[in-house]
């Protein structure tokens, strides 16, 4: 039972379904959130689907490649490689380093036959022909061994290419050749190519990781755990493997759309100018960042991912010292950066202080007296916010969504419906809070970027596998297996009387012609014309099954 097993697992067929399998089995990492890219759409998606999403939590379908049923499918795919591929090795290498097959009793059975006759002014005696067609045939590529006369082991009567005093044919010299090995190397290659596909992606996942950050003009990101935003680390991989390169953003620039009807306003190219170290005391270099054209770090690719505007604000609370300052990114919801803004200011006294609104890069009031942006450009920056005063919650310790406020707990002092209404803002301007609470004034502007971070120490090495299987399949689909070979005669009257015949492994359209190669170089080295008629249709047969005439 384990020899079938075994038999049953290592063939190609099981291979090649393990390898469909797993295709279909990555389709719900695509479909549900994966709790390790981001558990706080996994915790929302549990909330939103009560009914059913605790069965897909427990069936690992928020965890997809690393879950047991999916990497199960892996290694099984893994070792049905392994066992289909060294075994064919050793039996190629076997084969490759074995002598061509014993030349056939029957030449003229072959798919692709004809003969040759030397002339006997000539003076060319069998053995001398043999050499010399054996180094022919070396140049075409053919792997030859010479034949000399009683090697064929093949009982027989007269040759077929004379008659009368031609020689038995176990008595002839011949030459036996073959070539297209490439083509099972190929085959080997391409399987050997996905085994070591998989191996790099599994040290990709083990020892790889990834991370986003947001950099705002002027700020530095330091490649260390604590510089994340988010981060999320392969299942072995130490943070102590983190190498401490550093990029600072100086400047981003978007450049729009301005003159085609239709489109105006529309993004056409966006470039972050950042300063790169790859190591605290390495000199720094200026390099440009863009969509799809990443930065490389070593090993570590940086990609740009987002952007959006950062209002500059200064918050103090209610005894007037500043309990937050600095920039504020806004996530950009429209292709003009109408964007939402919170911010937090836990430091504030008495009361600590938060703000959650609009910001509109190019403000303008509609006649519903409502503002809007009319322009991605910060042609007139303008922040509309509503306050509110108490406890944020974050003293606790419990992690919070950076782009969310929670006023559960808290008591508004601004908005739209309250007497002293919202705060609207523009570039320089200030508020302060009623009732002595705090200010907040809007400062100035910058850009930030989205920065997402991967390091795959597989990554390389599956892109050479990926090229390495690419052409071994190559190989396997268009190099043909050929086998060929030429018996020599002596006749009575001094005439060479030479017979070939040609054997495909497989279908080989290619194999009429091929004999017709050879026989032209064979004649040309002999000096000997082309009988009519002495390949014609009844030599040149064609057949789809591979080796049955030898």
Known sequence: MLRWAWTQLTSMRTALFLLLLLAVAAVPGSLFPQRPINPAIVTQYLKDHADYGPILDKLQMFDVYSSAWF????????????????????????????????????????????????????????????????????????????????DDGAPGDAGDAGSGGARRRNDLASVGAERGYLKELGNLCFHGGLVGVLVSVAVGILFGYSGQRILVEGDTFVNTLVGYDQFNPGTDFQSSWLKPYSIQLDKFDVRYDRESPGKFGQPLDFTAHIA??????????????????????????????????????????????????????????????????????????????????????????????????????????????????????????????????????????????????????????????????????????????????????????????????????????????????VRFGDHADGRTMIEYGLLARGEDHGLAAEGRAVREVLAKAWGVAAEPGAEGEAHNRTQSTSGKGA
């Open 71 to 150: 990497s199960a499918i892996y290694l099984l795919l893994f070792i049905s490689l392994i066992g289909c591929v060294v075994p064919r090795a050793i039996a190629h290498w076997k084969a490759w380093r074995s002598k061509p097959p014993r030349t056939p009793a029957r030449l003229s059975r072959l798919p692709v036959y004809g003969t040759l006759v030397v002339p006997a002014e000539r003076g060319l005696g069998s053995a001398e022909a043999a050499e010399q067609a054996a180094a022919l045939l070396r140049t075409r590529g053919y792997r030859v061994e010479l034949r000399p006369a009683d």
């Open 276 to 485: 790169t170290k790859d190591s605290p005391e390495a000199a720094s270099k200026d390099q440009t960042l863009k969509v799809n054209d990443p930065l490389s770090i070593g090993d570590t690719d940086v990609y740009l991912v987002g952007n959006g505007y950062a209002p500059v604000v200064t918050v103090r609370g209610g005894d007037g010292k500043v309990a937050y300052q600095g920039p504020i990114p806004a996530q950009a919801t429209d292709t003009v950066y109408t964007s939402t803004i919170v911010i937090k200011a836990p430091d504030a006294k008495p009361s600590q202080l938060g703000f959650v609104g609009f910001f509109l890069p190019t403000a303008v009031t509609g006649q519903d007296g409502v503002s809007f942006s009319a322009d991605p450009d910060p042609l007139s920056p303008q922040l509309s916010l509503n306050s509110y005063v108490g406890d944020l919650g974050l003293d606790k310790g419990a992690p919070q969504n950076v782009y969310a406020l929670d006023v559960s707990k808290l008591k508004q002092v601004n908005g739209r419906d309250l007497p002293a209404k919202g705060i609207v803002l523009s570039a320089g301007q200030s508020y302060s809070l009623p009732d002595g609470q705090g200010s907040i004034s809007f400062d100035g502007l910058k850009r930030y970027v989205g920065l997402d971070i991967h390091h795959n120490p597989g990554q390389t090495w599956a892109l050479g596998f990926a090229l390495f299987s690419l052409a071994g399949l190559i190989a396997s689909l268009f190099v043909p297996r050929r086998r060929l070979w």
